[in-house]
């Protein structure tokens, strides 16, 4: 784990990791031609709401290019007394790092930032095909995800 650091994206550092940050999510799902334009426009709409918005970044040291990826969003329902939900998406390591424990620590790491937020829960989707490394990670399967793609 000293070979890796914990990074958040930042307004001066995130186009140094865009083509790593890209490769990453790519072992996830199709990415597309981001433009920078399109790339910093996004990442700027995520720092101005950093209390909705909680990205992480693993950057290998020596290389220094995202290995792996995953953001944490915070909801605030009526429900609940107000209460916060936390909801993980997008979560990848980069192929040629899988099977190390990096997914596993990522997780914890989300996890952590949505019981300091004082979600009183943190849910995800994902395919069956995961459900095992997510077990691993302290998830209990419940409910049905469904979704409408206009
Ligand atoms: N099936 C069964 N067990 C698994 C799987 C799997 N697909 N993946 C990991 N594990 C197990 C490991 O064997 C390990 O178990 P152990 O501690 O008993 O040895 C434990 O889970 C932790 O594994 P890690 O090494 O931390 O997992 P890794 O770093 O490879 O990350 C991940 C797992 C995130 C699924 C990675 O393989 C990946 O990026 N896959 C492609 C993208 C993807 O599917 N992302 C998840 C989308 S869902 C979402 O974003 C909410």
Redesign the pocket.
Known sequence: VNNFSFKELTLENHLQYKNSTKETLS??TTVGGLSDKTFTAIIQQWIQNKHIYKPIMIVENESERVI?I?TLLIELKLIHDGGKVGH??????NDK?????????LLEFLKNVGVLENCYKII????E??V??YN?CGFKRCGVEMDYRP
């Open positions: 072992c996830l792996a995953g993980i998406e997008d979560i990848a390591v790092y899988q099977g190390k424990g990096l997914g596993r620590i995800l989707d994902c395919d095909k995961n095992e490394f691993k």
